[in-house]
């Protein structure tokens, strides 16, 4: 009897202390999301606000009557040209990467074109940072006098995102088993029909994670917009900090803008939420 009673009680203190730590993941959990989560916040009501109440002490931490003032004042300075020449450059640019890597991820992958060293050399390019490519890129098109063009941002974009997207397919290649193109190729298809019909959807959400990544980096990449790019083009990012100027920071602009810039993003993770899942998780599993 005493024995039992002492196993019932093991098993309350084992209960409790598993509530305990579940309470406990909770709370953490809950503290990480509204930290990480109040910039975004403080963005999104500072957009909505009047000039006067971005200084006003103790801070506004909600406003009582939105007001669109803020986003109209930040197109009409230069964001909605920003906003344009940014989905023209990021989408051309995901588009060919993506392409490209998408052939050259399979040859790497399937075929183990140019051996161990090749597919090491591609890994290699992004060990490089990305700044040591902005004078010899600027020299080559003030020499073609393509700077200030859309062309001069879709190239250099180009350059820097095909390693990463080629590396990243190339891995979901190798994930998936040789065997069911094989049996693609017995039911007589071709390499480039079984590639169609059966690779490709199968590696879908790879080729989504992998777009989404290159499209994101050139939607917010700066440095490169600021050195190629004059009053012909100007992406949104030096745009924004344009708001920032030597005698003052026009706050409800730049909040408005940067709200907008957030915009794609979150609405790409939306809609293709179920590839996102699928791709970052792809060949964690195997059977």
């Known amino acids: ?15 409790r202390r598993k509530k305990l730590n579940h309470w406990f993941q909770n709370l ?10 109040f910039p975004i916040y403080w963005i999104f ?4 606000k009047e000039k006067g109440e971005f200084f006003h002490y103790p801070p506004i931490f909600w406003v009582n009557h939105f007001k669109f003032d803020n986003f109209i004042n930040a197109l009409s300075m ?36 140019g051996g161990p060293n090749l597919s ?21 098109f003030r020499y073609l006098r393509i ?3 859309y062309f001069a941002l879709i190239w250099s974009y180009f350059l820097i995102n095909l390693p990463f997207a080629i590396w990243l397919i190339k891995g979901f290649i190798e994930d998936l088993p040789e065997e069911i193109e094989s049996a693609a190729l ?7 029909g079984a590639f169609r019909k059966v690779t490709f959807p199968l590696i879908l959400p790879g080729v989504v994670v992998s777009a989404l990544f290159v499209f994101v980096f050139a939607w917010n990449e700066f440095l490169f917009a600021l050195m190629f790019t004059r009053s012909n083009v100007r992406t949104l990012p030096v745009v924004l900090s344009e708001l920032i100027g030597g005698h003052g920071i026009q706050w409800g602009e730049l909040s408005a803008l ?13 809609f293709f939420q179920k590839y996102l899942v699928r791709g970052l998780t792809f060949g964690a599993v195997k059977g």
């Open 45 to 48: 009501i500072g957009a909505f």
């Open 147 to 149: 700077v200030d063009t």
């Open 78 to 113: 230069g964001g909605s040209k920003g906003t344009v020449d940014s989905l023209i450059v990021a989408c051309i640019g995901t588009v060919l990467v993506v392409i490209l890597a998408l052939f050259a991820g399979y040859g790497l992958g399937r075929f183990k074109f």
């Open 120 to 140: 090491f050399f591609v890994l290699s390019l992004l060990f490089a940072p990305p700044i040591i490519a902005v004078l010899p890129l600027f020299n080559i």
């Open 1 to 15: 009897m005493e024995t039992n009673n002492k196993k019932f009680e093991e098993f309350q203190k084992r209960e």
């Open 28 to 37: 953490l959990l809950t503290f990480f999301i509204l930290l990480f989560s």
């Open 258 to 270: 940067s709200l907008i810039a957030i915009i794609p993003g979150v609405i790409l993770v939306v």
């Open 186 to 192: 017995v039911d007589g298809y071709s390499r480039f």
